[in-house]
């Protein structure tokens, strides 16, 4: 059964530093979305992006954040310059229309 | 903001038990996705409603979409020790868009 795959399953960063995670969405997936959860938190919407473009984001995608399909099979979200706060499970999603299907996240630890 | 309340919040009953969780919200949603999470892991879509008064039916597992579009509810039959987790309802406005998560209902099923 098709999956959304994640890497790195933990990523362990210094605080500034640009950190990169990577997701391989549902191949015939046209919608694609990160989202987050802090722990003991909600699960909290980051962006989406559709035909190459964000189409919606939240207050917490500021200019440190940014997402690109740098081929056909890629997504990634790409944070500048950490920050202690940004520790948290990152989780990649797709989905072809109304069904979203989440990767198994991220861990990021801020230092 | 749209907020999602889902009570309970927690819910420990002996397997063999019948159990229902509900989820609600003052804004109309176009469509609600269940989802089941494992500490540590992503979100496991069970179901989608789209329809108003729709209800699915997964195995022991029957969710019902509100006639309004504002609430659902997941009712479990029979409840066994498998069925232990964290079980998520999350709206969505529109197609393929954010999803706004609700607070979780944290269910234990003892022997």
């Known amino acids: 059964e098709p999956e959304v795959t994640q890497t790195p399953s933990h990523q362990v960063t210094q605080m500034g530093q640009e950190v990169i995670l990577r997701c391989v969405p549902i191949?015939?997936?046209?919608?694609f979305y990160w989202y987050r959860q802090i722990l003991g938190q909600k699960v909290e919407f980051l962006v989406s992006f559709y035909n190459n473009e964000i189409s919606e984001k939240s207050e917490i995608f500021d200019d440190q954040f940014s997402v690109e399909r740098p081929d056909g099979s890629n997504f990634t979200l790409k944070i500048r310059s950490t920050k202690l706060e940004d520790s948290a499970m990152y989780f990649c999603?797709?989905?072809?229309?109304?069904?979203?299907?989440f990767g198994p996240g991220t861990r990021l630890t801020v230092t | 903001t749209q907020l999602l309340e889902q009570s309970p919040q927690f819910l420990s009953i002996q397997e063999g038990e019948n159990l229902t969780v509900y989820c609600n919200s003052s804004?109309?949603?176009?469509?609600l996705q269940w989802y089941r999470q494992e500490p540590g892991e992503g979100p496991v879509l069970l179901v989608t409603v789209v329809t108003g008064g729709e209800v699915k039916k997964l195995k022991r597992l029957t969710f019902q979409f509100g006639d309004a579009r504002k609430d659902s509810s997941l009712h479990i039959t029979a409840a066994q020790p498998g069925d232990t987790g964290l079980y998520l309802c999350?709206?969505?406005?529109?197609?393929?868009?954010?999803?706004?998560f609700g607070t979780g209902t944290r269910l234990q099923v003892t022997l």
């Open positions: 999350a709206g969505e406005k529109g197609t393929a868009s954010k999803l706004t």
């Open positions: 999603a797709s989905s072809f229309r109304y069904e979203q299907y």
């Open positions: 804004s109309v949603f176009s469509s």
């Open positions: 191949s015939n997936h046209l919608y």
